[in-house]
């Protein structure tokens, strides 16, 4: 296999020493089948041991590696180093987020917004384990299913200008998950999500810009559920206004 | 459980710098159809004043009119007719999105809806001309 160098420029922050961050370039021989999260660490294991960064599965199913690469939010493990034309590749943490160290973001924001919308199923009652499971045709499966393979990469609020602004903004993986379970047949808890989704930085916040869509690795499309989730409100609250007495 | 945080004073926090809107082709023509809707409402403005004419009489109807000649309006709503059509086909594809078109147990392509939203568009169009001129 051809063997080839490629300049890395990456942003280092280190907390309590720097007030902003800076670039460090190292330069790392890679071969056809290298991603940027292989030389990164390559940088971490043979170089520069300090480089501080999230990684875990290599496969584009954890979500926890997602950067920065040339001002695009991408995965970093299947952000192939030959997709690249120029020579130095500059890896940033990920946009619109505090950065913790290097390329560490800090996600407890999201972690919080992502509690708001209340992402699990939600019953008025629970049937008993002997009745058997709630069943679903494909049609109610193929209603969210979708939506179902978010890996809470946070691509999608780096791509988010809206974010980028308002950073109270709850953003497109959290309400593409309230998307996803307020679909789903078998939940009932579309009233307790009500507040969240319909919230001044909620759904409504949201001025469709749409690159959230267009940068996410699982074709999860929020930006797709979050225009959803505004006609399903509005329709909310016009049964609301219309029809009070047919509220629960 | 408390769950840890990091501690706010040792985070660094990014701000958007001023131009980020002229920094991505999507950013630019999202702000570009956002910034069209201020055209459409001050047609829809001096198209309220032309209503209200309307109701003024003929006189105050063809005076108003006449004003239209004029290189500054005739501009006006050349620039308006663009930034209308813009929208219109910026909202045609976004209703796409919103709204899946289902044919069977299939999602038929976005453009599909887009194109049949502007088929009825231009149809309409044409109708409302056509009363327009045989009338």
């Known amino acids: 296999m051809s063997e080839r160098t490629v300049s890395l420029k990456v942003t280092r922050y280190r907390p309590g020493q720097d007030s902003t ?51 695009e939010p991408r995965l970093t493990c299947s952000a192939f180093l030959r997709e690249f034309d120029s020579r130095e590749i500059r890896i940033e943490p990920l946009a619109h987020f505090p950065v ?64 980028g602004l308002e950073t109270d903004f709850i953003g497109p993986a959290a309400l593409a998950l ?50 959803r989730l505004k006609v399903d409100t509005a329709k909310q609250w016009v049964r609301s206004v219309l029809l009070p007495w047919g509220q629960k | 459980m408390t769950r840890n945080r990091p501690d706010p004073s040792l985070l660094f926090h990014p701000r958007m710098p001023a131009n980020w809107w002229l920094r991505k082709r999507t950013y630019f023509l999202f702000i570009v159809r956002e910034f069209t809707s201020v055209f459409i409402a001050a047609y829809l403005i001096v198209f309220l004043v032309q209503l209200y004419q309307l109701g003024n009489g003929p006189g105050a109807y063809q005076a108003f ?27 045609f594809y976004t209703t796409s999105i919103v709204i899946p078109l289902r044919i069977g147990a299939m999602v038929a392509p976005r453009y599909v809806f887009t194109l049949l939203n502007v088929a009825v568009w231009l149809a309409v169009s044409a109708a409302i001309l056509a009363i327009y001129l045989i009338w």
């Open chain 1, 178 to 227: 309230a998307h996803r379970y307020n679909e789903d047949s078998r939940d009932q808890g579309s009233a307790a999500r009500w507040n969240a989704i319909n919230d001044h930085n909620g759904a409504w916040q949201c001025t469709f810009v749409g690159e959230c869509s267009v940068v996410c690795p699982k074709s999860v499309d929020p930006a797709a559920a979050i225009q």
């Open chain 2, 65 to 91: 009119m006449g004003k239209f000649a004029s290189p500054g309006w005739l501009g006006f709503h050349a620039v308006a007719l663009a930034f209308a059509i813009y929208h219109s086909l910026t909202w």
């Open chain 1, 21 to 71: 961050p800076t670039a460090q370039s190292y330069e790392v021989a890679y071969q056809d089948d290298w991603v940027v999260l292989d030389a990164l660490n390559f940088i971490k294991d043979h170089v520069d041991g300090t480089l501080s960064f999230r990684w875990s599965c290599r496969m584009g199913v954890c979500g926890s590696c997602g950067m920065m690469v040339n001002g």
């Open chain 1, 100 to 163: 913790i160290r290097d390329l560490v973001i800090d996600m407890s924001g999201f972690l919080d917004k992502l509690k708001s919308v209340s992402p699990w199923i939600i019953r008025d009652t629970e049937k008993d384990p002997s009745e058997g499971e709630y069943l679903q045709s494909p049609k109610q499966l193929d209603a969210y299913h979708q939506f179902t393979a978010c890996i809470n990469c946070l691509l999608c609020y780096s791509a988010c200008p809206i974010f």
